[in-house]
């Protein structure tokens, strides 16, 4: 139980075009998501939270007109990264919080994305 | 705002000797502690976690002790295996006042090597 996807997993773009990145928990409800982004041999940075049918909250320093976040139902949360630069390659990881526990989270595989 | 320090950043041990990993938070008001288990190019996996109410606790090879004094937990990994080689990370959540979801700050990450 507990699985969270990703899709794609990875994606190269060309530098000025949008990309979205999509987050599905696929066994249980998550009334909150979590966007992190992790450069190489880094730790995770949380980017921003999101809340079903609510704005995400994001972290200072974190663009939010740059990374769009949409957290449509209970199961899907999405984030488009807008006008996309080199500076913006990295690993993107979702989580999802579960009912049951309210601060346990579950991670997706990540996607990997290369702007060119 | 929470900040999680962890130690050592790199460890190397031999197979079937054991593995200890330290973090410390500086937030008293953090009452969940998970551990993740990230392997190259994939999102983290929750091993093992640990709530403020309690000082141990053991998953079959797999211990986590919590101080809320001196405010540091830690990892043990028994009888280690190639297959346990990953990047481990500690990670405290601060719920903020009033909400259903708690923020997760992450330590740096430690970079576990069990030679055969």
């Known amino acids: 139980g507990a699985v969270v996807s990703q899709h794609p997993s990875w994606v190269i773009c060309k530098s000025g075009t949008s990309v979205k990145i999509e987050c599905r928990s696929l066994d249980f409800q998550a009334t909150t998501m979590f966007w992190y982004r992790q450069f190489p041999k880094q730790s995770l940075m949380l980017m921003a939270t999101?809340?079903?049918?609510?704005?995400?909250?994001?972290e200072q320093g974190v663009e939010k007109d740059k990374f769009l976040i949409n957290h449509a139902s209970l199961t899907l949360s999405t984030l488009t990264v807008t006008s996309a630069h080199p500076e913006d390659s990295s690993f993107y990881i979702c989580?999802?919080?579960?009912?049951?526990?309210?601060?346990?989270?579950?991670f997706g595989p990540g996607t990997r994305l290369t702007v060119t | 705002g929470e900040n999680v320090e962890q130690h050592p950043s790199t460890l190397s041990v031999q197979e079937g000797d054991s593995a200890v990993i330290k973090c410390t938070y500086s937030d008293s008001a953090s009452n969940y502690f998970p551990w993740y288990k990230q392997e190259l190019g994939k999102g983290p996996q929750l091993i093992i976690d640990i709530r403020s109410n309690v000082g141990e606790k053991k998953d079959q090879r797999i211990a986590v002790t919590l101080n809320k004094t001196a405010k540091h937990f830690s990892l043990h990994i028994t009888e280690t295996q190639p297959e346990d080689s990953a990047v481990y990370f500690c990670a405290a959540s601060n719920p903020a006042g009033g909400t259903s979801y708690g923020k997760l700050t992450f330590g740096q990450g430690t970079i576990l090597t069990v030679h055969p």
């Open positions: 989580s999802a919080e579960t009912a049951s526990f309210y601060d346990e989270q579950y």
């Open positions: 999101s809340n079903e049918g609510s704005k995400a909250t994001y």
